[in-house]
């Protein structure tokens, strides 16, 4: 297992084989396929965890594969990556359009300097302060 070094292996690999994670934010953002991988037991046993991964493979235009049920799997399309899906994912989920290519917690910070320079925050600032 390596560990820390999630973003590094997925920019350099071929094919993301996952459940459901964050971490597929990154192979989103890489543009790599992606591959659900699931089995009939571990999709049955959780039905939140059958959710997560439907709701993302669905959102990226896949279908879980069944680890257990492989005769059945649809691999057609394993290697493709569907552009406006992967587009749409990215403004749902990781960015919304328009806003600042900042971390968060410097769009953060700049709002709050902002707000206690002028205007509601800074007058109840200066009541209780």
Partial sequence: M????????????DLVIAHCSTALSFAV?????IAFATSR???????????QIDAMAQALG???????RLADAMFA?????????????IADF???PGS?????????AGGVASATQ???LRELISQHG
């Avoid at 896949?62 to 257990?68: E, N, V």
């Avoid at 600042?100 to 953060?108: A, C, G, N, R, Y």
Wanted: charged letters at 25%.
């Fill in 2 to 13: 390596i560990k820390n070094k999630t973003a590094e292996l997925i920019m350099a690999c």
């Fill in 29 to 33: 953002l890489a543009g790599k396929p």
């Fill in 41 to 51: 037991p571990l999709h049955d046993v959780s039905r939140e965890f059958r959710g």
């Fill in 62 to 68: 896949k279908t879980p594969i069944f680890m257990d």
């Fill in 77 to 89: 399309d394993l290697l493709t990556v569907d552009t406006p899906r992967y587009e749409q994912y």
């Fill in 94 to 96: 990781i960015k919304i």
């Fill in 100 to 108: 600042p290519d900042l971390p968060m917690w410097e769009i953060v």
């Fill in 118 to 120: 002028a205007g509601p």
